[in-house]
């Protein structure tokens, strides 16, 4: 079966601080993409990135990072220099690559971002 | 590019009743899925269409349905409404071009 675990339920830092997301994911497909999604008040869920699992170089998008560690099945998200813009809910979640329909998302963390 | 299109935005039902939500992909895009989000399960597939026909289905009763055009779009319908199916109603279409886009959900609150 397939399952994502987010720990931590809520993150709370001040304004400027780096922050990682962590994710944790169990699947018995050999090929997978990950994703993280960022779901702010608003509700919609915003695309942040999809990962192939035969994919394992770290990615970096302007203030955002991705580790992606096959060995551990994790698939870590940093934020540096952390805005309060990014205050929102993160979820982290996992597809099988040859079967489209269906995404398994994590609980979710939502992310403070104090002044 | 337009995104995805949900609507009503917000809708208050009474136990009992029915509903009906709709959901328009991005132009292209064959494969529309459902999601229901609650506080306490989080985010949950409902079930995925392509090409009008239902590809997969979530672990949820039969009250809760869903149908594709053949313009793709979807709509889900749920009936005899439970204060439980208070959720946000998130519908994602998918393609090789953009993967998975979702859209901005729609707000149920059952009295």
């Known amino acids: 079966a397939q399952k994502v675990t987010q720990a931590q339920t809520e993150i709370s830092v001040v304004e400027k601080e780096d922050v990682t997301l962590d994710c944790v994911y169990e699947?018995?497909?050999?090929?997978?993409?990950l994703f993280w999604y960022k779901q702010p008040p608003s509700g919609e869920l915003v695309f942040l990135i999809r990962?192939?699992?035969?994919?394992?170089q770290n990615e970096i998008s302007g203030r955002y990072s991705w580790n992606f560690q096959k060995s551990t099945s994790s698939f870590n998200f940093t934020i540096t220099a952390s805005q309060v813009v990014d205050s929102a809910v993160y979820f982290c979640?996992?597809?099988?690559?040859?079967?489209?329909?269906?995404?398994?998302f994590g609980k979710g963390t939502r992310l403070h971002i104090l002044p | 590019k337009a995104g995805v299109t949900q609507t009503p935005r917000y809708l208050i039902k009474t136990r009992g009743q029915q509903v009906t939500l709709s959901c328009s992909p991005i132009?292209?895009?064959?494969?529309v899925s459902w999601y229901q989000q609650t506080p306490g399960q989080g985010l949950q597939f409902l079930f995925e269409?392509?090409?009008?026909?239902?590809?997969n289905k979530g672990n949820f009763p039969g009250r809760f349905s869903g149908r594709q055009f053949s313009n793709s779009r979807s709509e889900m319908n749920v009936s005899t409404l439970e204060l439980g199916d208070s959720a946000l109603y998130l519908c994602?279409?998918?393609?090789?071009?953009?993967?998975?886009?979702f859209g901005s959900g729609t707000r149920l609150t059952v009295v």
């Open positions: 990962r192939n699992s035969f994919d394992e």
């Open positions: 269409y392509f090409s009008e026909t239902q590809r």
């Open positions: 994602a279409s998918f393609g090789s071009d953009y993967g998975y886009t």
């Open positions: 979640a996992l597809s099988d690559v040859d079967r489209d329909d269906k995404i398994i």
């Open positions: 699947t018995r497909d050999t090929t997978y993409y």
């Open positions: 132009s292209g895009h064959r494969s």
